[in-house]
């Protein structure tokens, strides 16, 4: 059981704080340990290579990804988020959080988990967030069943 507290500003400590409400403590998904490869090749520009996302159960709780092949720039570190939307739709959300320029792409692979995750099936929105040199952009929308092998996703 968890209760969120209201404190009246002042520097009086005599008061105690008051409960404002009753709340059952339920965390939505979250990211964790997310990883980077080293650069798989080097090019000067963007080309067409299919990119995918890998979903597998690691457990009940659990979901590890991969997002594979990514073009990033050469100076790419990875930033992924994620949150569950009312209706229900896992959104994640990756992204270059460096601010520095580079003169070339490279490939990367990044792995992570999404902790606090129990479903099988959910609908999914992949998005790539915006930086100083891209737009953000949608790259999948679906509906996603996990079962007992890797679900693959091309984009």
């Not at 090019?43 to 594979?68: A, F, H, K, P, T």
């Not at 479903?119 to 679906?142: A, I």
Request: proline share 3%.
């Amino acid at each position: 059981m968890s209760f969120l507290l209201a404190c009246d500003g002042s520097d009086d400590n005599s008061k105690a704080d008051t409960p404002l409400e009753d709340v059952t403590a339920t965390e939505g998904p979250k990211v964790s340990d997310v990883t980077r490869s080293d650069c798989m090749s080097r090019s000067r520009g963007y080309d067409d290579m299919l990119r995918q996302l890998v979903l597998w159960r690691e457990d009940s709780n659990i979901i590890s990804c991969q997002l594979l092949n990514l073009q990033e720039q050469c100076s790419f570190d990875c930033k992924v988020e994620t949150m569950m939307d009312s209706d229900g739709t896992l959104l994640i959300t990756y992204g270059d959080q460096s601010d520095d320029e580079a003169d070339c792409i490279c490939y990367f692979n990044v792995t992570f988990h999404v902790d606090n995750a129990p479903f099988n099936h959910f609908h999914l929105r992949l998005q790539e967030k915006g930086n100083r040199w891209k737009s953000p952009y949608l790259l999948y929308e679906g509906d996603v069943t996990i079962g007992n092998t890797e679900t693959m996703i091309n984009f």
